[in-house]
């Protein structure tokens, strides 16, 4: 059973455009939810996260939107650049359950020159 | 600071051959993970140690898959025997203690191991 499910499965943006990763859970014991960024051949690396208290949490370009009675977050890369390609992955973890991390299934984002 | 460091990088075995993975995490990080990620999909925890001790195992096939850490350091994790379905990278992440409560809590991920199983 996917405990976070993510979409789309893959995204090609112009290079300046706005790239927009969803994704929703179901598990309302989760309390942190980060995004990691992979690059072919490498581990994933954390880009950013947010816990169910606020509502959107920005960081330079990228920005998470949090809606909790909607049980849904999503990734925005605002001026999305060639160097920003790469695997995006949702994840979810609740301190109750050990704080082990749950994935969604990955988004392939292409920005094309 | 010096990055989850995982070896070997790639491996290629025959199924029913054995093989195991090592991983030395960050200094001072308590709690060590092992996740397998099967192409195209997110990665899957297998088992989650906090100093030397399992915390959860719950998702690790135990009738051919184990895991130690080595007095609350390194760890392994051994696949014996080994099938076709195994083959996928195998990550390794640590985290600090008492950590979770930072803005950016996270997990520190290695570069993994790539076994293919032919």
């Known amino acids: 059973q996917q405990q976070v499910k993510q979409s789309p499965q893959s995204l090609i943006v112009q290079k300046g455009g706005i790239s927009i990763i969803n994704c929703a859970y179901e598990?309302?014991?989760?309390?942190?939810f980060p995004w990691y960024q992979q690059f072919p051949g490498k581990g994933p690396a954390l880009l950013i996260a947010i816990r169910p208290d606020v509502s959107e949490k920005k960081e330079g370009r990228f920005t998470i939107s949090f809606n909790k009675s909607a049980k849904q977050f999503s990734l925005h890369i605002m001026d999305s650049q060639p160097g920003d390609s790469a695997t995006y992955f949702c994840?979810?973890?609740?301190?109750?359950?050990?704080?082990?991390?749950?994935f969604g299934t990955g988004t392939r984002l292409t920005v094309i020159p | 600071e010096a990055g989850v460091a995982q070896s070997p990088r790639y491996k290629i075995i025959e199924k029913r051959q054995s093989v195991a993975f090592w991983c030395n995490p960050i200094s001072g990080h308590a709690t060590l993970y092992w996740y397998q990620q099967i192409l195209g999909q997110g990665p899957k925890l297998l088992i989650q140690?906090?100093?030397?001790?399992?915390?959860?195992d719950s998702q690790l096939p135990k009738d051919r898959f184990s895991a130690e850490r080595l007095k609350g350091v390194d760890s392994t994790l051994k696949i014996q025997p080994a099938k076709l379905e195994d083959s996928a990278v195998y990550l390794c992440?640590?985290?600090?203690?008492?950590?979770?409560?930072?803005?950016?809590?996270?997990?520190?991920f290695g570069s993994g191991t790539r076994l293919t199983v032919v």
């Open positions: 598990n309302t014991a989760f309390d942190y």
């Open positions: 992440a640590s985290s600090p203690p008492g950590d979770r409560g930072l803005p950016n809590y996270g997990y520190t």
């Open positions: 140690f906090q100093n030397n001790g399992v915390v959860d």
């Open positions: 994840a979810a973890s609740a301190e109750a359950g050990a704080n082990n991390l749950f």
